[in-house]
């Protein structure tokens, strides 16, 4: 437990809800009227007792169980930064999901700017793989640069992908299904992702790929064969990232290489110097 960032993080916060949007009023006693909310005015919304919220603030309630860090977070409108600063700071480690179970669904604009400045195709998806933003080196991806509103969809069902999509049967499908699976797993009700499921299991060739996909998740690094219209047969490596505002979306960076498959190995991966 970090007791000063702690202190800090909630302190702040505090003092940015002001006891009237809550339906409460401030002190009329005489003394130091501090900005925000008081710590009793917290255990009160919240429904706890006396000094729940003071133990938490000042570092003296060890192992805080997740409902109180969830409803203080909620309460002081956290965003999904700050509920990870707050699990750290408090616990010693990450939250086991996002404080908002729809988080993924909106980036910062600026993303837009990022990914005119990558060379290689690239694109941002939110939670559900809906397309939010690309480059134009991803538009060359797709036959009359037309790119799909759902990336998943499009890999998982769609004619035309299975042209791009170099060997489909064997080195696409087998991995791209079994992330539909996880995704539903983490969200059964997500309405995009229950239909993109439906179109799987309603096409012939996709859905035994679904009904018997494997336990795998990974993208990061993999390196498959596609077919870029314009560039011809050649190899493609997945590289992907996660937007910290917005857990569950992705950033996707594709670098593809033309001709055959490179043999000399992977890149080293990249690690700080060791000092001697």
């Not at 925000?36 to 603030?57: C, M, N, V």
């Not at 195709?121 to 939670?127: F, G, H, K, L, Q």
């Not at 870029?228 to 505002?245: D, N």
């Amino acid at each position: 437990m970090d007791k000063l960032a702690l202190r800090l993080l909630l302190s702040e916060r505090r003092a940015s809800i002001t006891p009237e949007s809550q339906g409460l009023s401030r002190p009329t006693r005489q003394g130091r009227r501090a900005r925000g909310l008081s710590q009793a005015q917290i255990d009160q919304i919240l429904h706890r007792a006396p000094d729940t919220y003071g133990r938490l603030e000042s570092g003296r309630y060890p192992n805080p169980p997740v409902d109180l860090l969830q409803d203080v977070a909620r309460l002081f409108r956290m965003n999904e930064q700050e509920w990870i600063a707050l699990w750290r700071y408090a616990l010693g480690q990450d939250p086991p999901r996002p404080l908002d179970f729809r988080s993924g669904g909106a980036l910062p604009g600026v993303w837009r700017e990022i990914l005119g400045g990558v060379r290689h195709p690239a694109y941002v998806n939110d939670r559900s793989w809906n397309v939010l933003a690309h480059n134009a080196a991803f538009e060359e991806l797709f036959p009359h640069r037309r790119v799909p509103a759902n990336a998943m969809r499009w890999m998982a069902v769609e004619p035309e992908a299975r042209g791009v999509l170099a060997d489909w049967e064997t080195a696409w499908a087998p991995v791209v299904l079994p992330q539909l699976r996880v995704a539903l797993a983490a969200d059964p009700a997500d309405k995009t992702l229950c239909a993109i499921e439906q179109d799987v299991l309603a096409d012939p060739v996709a859905a035994p790929f679904y009904r018997s996909a494997s336990a795998y998740s990974h993208l990061d690094g993999d390196e498959r064969p596609l077919r870029h219209p314009t560039l011809g047969h050649g190899w493609v490596t997945m590289s992907a990232a996660q937007p910290l505002a917005a857990p569950g979306s992705r950033l996707i960076i594709l670098v593809f290489r033309a001709g055959p498959r490179h043999r000399h190995g992977r890149p080293a991966a990249l690690r700080a110097p060791v000092e001697a």
